[in-house]
């Protein structure tokens, strides 16, 4: 990774403290990193531990350091800004082109990703004037994340807690490799995704399963939900690949629960991405006990094989038990073998299968299950192919959004939406209501 220069804006809200974290991981990948907190900010975190975070002086001031002309030489130089906590305060005056301290004058001075974190309690992310400043940003282009949901300061709870440092990085790594990957294109849009390996009970001890770690479905979830998008994830088993912010997730643990929850929730989705490796087979009996070893060794398993969710719901679509405008998006985990390689038997499971675009990824060896990088393709119903460049699986599930995004009907996204994430997800918090919000 080349080093690049990173400005970390710091604004006054208790939730200062996790920008430490996000510090730390740039510096320790070897990164420049520039703190720049508010006055606000350093009654939460003082400069002292920002600078030994960093290893570089920290200033509030556009005063200070006045012969460098340190705002203009900074945000020229700088490959990434992110902003976090934001305020309401610290997004408003950036809305309104404040230059009055170091952080909002360099803001005025940048031409590489901005991504703004905001922070707040749920009335302030939810008041008109709020909605309208994050609007404004994304219409300069400027990347406002969704905040995540839970407890705030005090015994409050609800939208506007700051997401977690792990997932900030993503999104900044993310910016670092592709300056354009997070787009507001999916708004309104509703998104259903699988993830993470199923697991089939043998007894009350053992399962069948795979090596799946859910990492992609996670990150496509992640990428949708700062897209626009309103996200269900249905998941199996994990390992642990964080909680993206924004997100509603249902936890499964076998192939027809999962079966179960994807045809339900996929009758009021705009877009269902089966990102899951599902079980192919399951045990034809489960043990009430323990099954014991004994003498003569295991006894014979007999299997039965688990449905074909993918092809379930493309039925499903065809019989009108889902919209006939859902896009249905499957994955591929292939091997090469005497039959052909790994795209021939892709495409062939393309037309099987009869979705709108199929991801295909080569597994083995090490390969796409439970690594941090990946590669493949992307196949579409129309017969077009496109390449997936090695890196993280969150640059990765940004190209597969692409394509997911030119596939939706144009009348279903607002390319220009002020309304606010929060009562987005608000309203369409249930999944009963068959009538989607076109």
């Known amino acids: 990774m080349s080093k690049a220069h990173i400005l970390i804006g710091v604004g006054g809200g208790i939730a200062a403290y996790k920008v430490c974290s996000v510090i730390r991981h740039y510096t320790e990948v070897g990164h420049d990193v520039r703190v720049m907190p508010t006055r606000s900010a350093l009654n939460f975190v003082g400069a002292a531990t920002f600078e030994a975070l960093s290893g570089n002086p920290v200033s509030t001031e556009v005063f200070d350091d006045v012969d460098q002309v340190a705002h203009v030489a ?15 305060d610290l997004m408003a005056r950036a809305v309104a082109g404040r230059a009055d301290d170091l952080l909002t004058a360099s803001l005025l001075t940048v031409s590489c990703p901005v991504l703004f974190v905001p922070a707040m309690h749920t009335e302030m992310w939810e008041h008109p004037a709020t909605v309208a400043n994050v609007a404004t940003l994304r219409e300069r282009g400027v990347t406002v994340m969704t905040p995540a949901t839970g407890r705030l300061t005090g015994t409050d709870s609800g939208a506007g807690r700051m997401p977690e440092p792990t997932e900030i990085a993503a ?13 507001y294109d999916l708004a309104g849009v509703r998104v259903l995704i699988s993830a993470g390996g199923t697991r089939e009970a043998l007894d009350p001890v053992r399962y069948l399963g795979n090596h799946s770690s859910g ?18 994830l249905v998941s199996g088993a994990t390992s642990d690949p964080g909680t993206p912010a924004s997100v509603e997730i249902v936890d499964v643990d076998s192939a027809r629960q999962m079966q179960a929850e994807m045809a339900e929730r996929a009758k009021s ?34 299997l039965d094989t688990n449905p074909d969710i993918l092809a379930g719901l493309v039925q499903d679509r065809a019989a009108g038990r889902i919209p006939s405008d859902t896009v249905i998006v499957g994955f591929a985990a292939e091997t090469g073998d005497a039959d052909g390689g790994v795209l021939d038997h892709g495409r062939a499971k393309l037309r099987r299968k009869g979705c709108d675009l199929l991801v295909v990824n080569a597994v083995g060896g090490g390969k796409a299950f439970g690594t941090e990088d990946n590669t493949g393709w992307v196949l579409t119903a129309d017969g077009r192919e496109t390449g997936l460049p090695f890196g993280s699986k969150t640059l990765m599930a940004s190209r597969i959004l692409d394509e997911v995004a030119s596939l939706v009907p144009d009348g279903l996204v607002p390319r220009a939406s002020s309304e606010n994430d929060a009562d987005a997800a608000a309203a369409d918090n249930h999944h009963d209501n068959p009538e989607r919000n076109r």
């Open 74 to 88: 900074l945000g020229r130089q700088a490959d990434l800004v992110i902003v976090a906590p934001a305020t309401a």
């Open 171 to 183: 999104l900044g790594d993310l910016l670092l490799d592709r300056p354009d990957a997070l787009p």
């Open 215 to 232: 990492k992609q479905g996670y990150a496509l979830a992640r990428a949708a939900a700062q897209r626009g998008a309103r996200v269900t």
């Open 269 to 302: 989705s705009d877009v269902v991405i089966m990102a899951a490796a599902v079980a192919d087979f399951r045990p034809l009996s489960v043990s009430g006990a323990k099954i014991k070893k004994g003498d003569e060794g295991p006894a014979p398993i007999r």
